[in-house]
Nanobody, 126 residues
Framework: QVQLAESGGGLVQEGGSLRLACVVSGDAATSYAMGWFRQAPGQERQFLAGINRIGGNPFHASSVKGRFTITGDNAKNTLYLQMNSLRPEDTAVYYC???????????????????WGQGTQVTVSS
């Protein structure tokens, strides 16, 4: 069983930055494709960024490309999301997700992921 725990959310002013972290624990023998999503009230869960099982091929949604960056630190079993130039519309609960699968594939939809963290709230004030 894999557990994911996000941290790093909070309240930030428009134009500010935050770095989210997601610690992966449990099955240390298996590598996982990872992703970041967010969900605002009344909206569907939105894909933001993903990496493959070997920590490569980062892919970012067009809505955040150039502002958000996904990275992974395999030694620390931690996934990060650096968020810059934050806007009020970025306000949401942010989730990390994981799944096994092919080594080089990046998964882009919530339905493709098997494991989820509890989420961390990001609020951007204007």
């Amino acid at each position: 069983q894999v557990q994911l725990a996000e941290s790093g959310g909070g309240l930030v002013q428009e134009g500010g930055s935050l770095r989210l972290a997601c610690v992966v624990s449990g099955d240390a023998a298996t590598s996982y494709a990872m992703g970041w999503f967010r969900q605002a009230p009344g909206q569907e869960r939105q894909f933001l960024a993903g990496i493959n099982r070997i920590g490569g091929n980062p892919f970012h949604a067009s809505s955040v490309k150039g502002r958000f960056t996904i990275t992974g630190d395999n030694a620390k079993n931690t996934l990060y999301l650096q968020m810059n130039s934050l806007r009020p519309e970025d306000t949401a609960v942010y989730y990390c997700a994981a799944r096994a699968g092919t080594f080089y594939h990046v998964y882009l939809t919530a339905e493709e992921y098997s494991y989820w963290g509890q989420g961390t709230q990001v609020t951007v004030s204007s």
